[in-house]
């Protein structure tokens, strides 16, 4: 099985900061919001878009996780760090690594659906075009065609040497 690097730690960032704009340029009117990484490596490109957020915002930033079976996650009801008054006429910013089938998405979506949401935005840092849900992602970093036989694998593991494979 071969490994083809497609984005570097270099290009991870580039993306990381266009994605941070193109949030911001699109919220610039909020007073808070809601950040929510899919536990995992969106979590961790959430906690990056966060700090990038940060540093040319004014805005109030919240970080917090959303857990789900993403293997089955019909099995249980996703959960977040966030309690049920956090989300009132509060901007839901959803955020996972890879968009692949859409499924991920569309379960973590779900929790938000009963709550008082003001709006809700996704941001992956890759799209690999073959979602089988009616999911699509708001801002996306790198868009890419692939086969089906393809996979697309983000390497958050160390901080300095972090990439995107496809495998």
């Not at 497609?6 to 009117?29: G, S």
Request: aromatic letters at 8%; charged letters at 30%.
């Amino acid at each position: 099985m071969s490994k083809v690097k497609i984005l570097d730690t270099r290009q991870i960032v580039q993306k990381l900061n266009r994605l941070a704009f193109e949030v911001y340029e699109n919220n610039f009117n909020e007073k808070e919001l809601l950040v929510v990484g899919i536990d995992g490596n969106g979590y961790k490109v959430a906690n990056h878009l966060c700090d990038r957020l940060r540093n040319i915002s004014k805005i109030k930033i919240k970080l917090g996780k959303l857990k789900l079976d993403k293997e089955q996650p019909w099995k249980e009801e996703p959960v977040t760090d966030f309690a049920e008054k956090d989300f009132v006429n509060k901007t839901v910013i959803l955020v996972d690594d890879v968009l692949n089938s859409g499924k991920t998405l569309m379960y973590a979506v779900k929790l938000f659906l009963d709550k008082p949401v003001k709006k809700i935005n996704t941001v992956v840092l890759v799209d690999r075009s073959h979602t089988r849900f009616p999911v699509k992602a708001d801002y996306v970093g790198l868009s890419l065609s692939t086969t089906l036989q393809e996979r697309i694998e983000a390497d958050f593991s160390k901080s300095q040497k972090e990439a995107v494979y496809l495998i």
